[in-house]
Nanobody, 121 residues
């Protein structure tokens, strides 16, 4: 079994900052690509940022210059530093990871349960 557990969500005022964390645990051989998605009420889930195992990153245009994705391969953890938060960033944030499990020769995509970020005064 593999689990992804997110933390760090909460209520923050516009212009504030939050740092999300997501740790993968369980029967893991290697964690490859990791990413953060978000879904606001009434909207489709969208990719916020992704990071490869060797650290290459990509961001959706609306968060460029404000959000930073990073990872710790030893801890199997991905982070999302969110600065200059706006009301439009309010959403449930989900962690996703492509993981090769021990005893398997292919990777599988796993998701966390989501953490709510609310940006409001």
């Amino acid at each position: 079994q593999v689990q992804l557990v997110e933390s760090g969500g909460g209520l923050v005022q516009p212009g504030g900052s939050l740092r999300l964390s997501c740790t993968a645990s369980g029967n893991i051989y290697r964690v490859n690509g990791m990413a953060w998605y978000r879904q606001a009420p009434g909207n489709q889930r969208e990719l916020v940022a992704g990071i490869s195992r060797d650290g290459r990153t990509n961001y959706t245009d609306s968060v460029k210059g404000r959000f930073t994705i990073s990872r710790d391969n030893i801890k199997n953890t991905v982070y999302l530093q969110m600065n200059s938060l706006r009301a439009q960033d309010t959403a449930v944030y989900y962690c996703s990871a492509d993981i090769r499990r021990r005893g398997y020769y292919y990777e599988k995509n796993f998701w966390g349960q989501g953490t709510l970020v609310t940006v409001s005064s």
